[in-house]
């Protein structure tokens, strides 16, 4: 139940496509949804999120997607990058006030063709 | 340089041996997470601190020991170190109260 689950493990687009990455989650007491990005050699960043009373939300390039009836929520990259090349991992907050703790996704390695 | 730093970067230590990976932040953040990240799974918590001598056990705890005497620290200890707990380590720290917004560059850790 604490588990989140990212799909794909790998995921290949050309550049200027549309790069989507899937979670979902069972536990329905999580309320925050942060995405991070993470460099070959570098400690993850911080790159969007989300609280599960809002449907999207979007940052330049990189929108969230969330369907709280499904329990899935997605990142999708527009106009992909050969500079979006990364591993991305979704994470969801759960717990009781002061003691919340992320679950992390088992990630998803990004390559963005030129 | 303001941030994150974690010592050592890389580490290669032998089964049984003591090891202590350091974080030290120039902020004064009150939470600070040490994760660790493996193949396949992501990143899991091993001890988050919500202040000075406020600690507690995340998802994989055991064989860890933390203490955090001053804000800005948060050592992680291997008391016996195992081959099993070869892998990436990362502290972090959280602001706002939302999510974890800062991490280090990590620490390589291989238990030979």
């Known amino acids: 139940q604490q588990q989140v689950k990212q799909s794909p493990q790998s995921l290949i687009v050309q550049k200027g496509g549309i790069s989507i990455i899937n979670c979902a989650y069972e536990?329905?007491?999580?309320?925050?949804f942060p995405w991070y990005q993470q460099f070959p050699g570098k400690g993850p960043a911080l790159l969007i999120a989300i609280r599960p009373d809002v449907s999207e939300k979007k940052e330049g390039r990189f929108t969230i997607s969330f369907n709280k009836s499904a329990k899935q929520f997605s990142l999708h990259i527009m106009d992909s990058q050969p500079g979006d090349s990364a591993t991305y991992f979704c994470?969801?907050?759960?717990?009781?006030?002061?003691?919340?703790?992320?679950?992390f996704g088992q990630g998803t390695r990004l390559t963005i063709n030129p | 340089d303001a941030g994150i730093t974690q010592s050592p970067r890389y580490k290669i230590t032998e089964t049984g041996r003591q090891v202590t990976l350091m974080c030290h932040q120039t902020?004064?953040?009150?939470?600070m997470f040490w994760y660790r990240q493996d193949l396949g799974h992501g990143l899991r918590l091993i001890y988050y601190?919500?202040?000075?001598?406020?600690?507690d056990k995340g998802e994989v705890p055991d064989g860890y020991v933390v203490s955090r005497s001053k804000t800005e620290n948060f050592p992680l200890t291997l008391e016996s170190a195992t081959r099993s707990q070869t892998s990436v380590y990362f502290c972090?720290?959280?602001?706002?109260?939302?999510?974890?917004?800062?991490f280090g560059q990590g620490t390589r850790l291989t238990v030979v």
């Open positions: 601190s919500a202040a000075a001598d406020i600690t």
């Open positions: 902020w004064s953040h009150s939470y």
């Open positions: 972090a720290t959280r602001v706002g109260g939302l999510t974890e917004a800062f």
């Open positions: 994470a969801a907050r759960g717990g009781i006030q002061g003691a919340q703790k992320l679950v």
């Open positions: 536990n329905t007491a999580f309320d925050y």
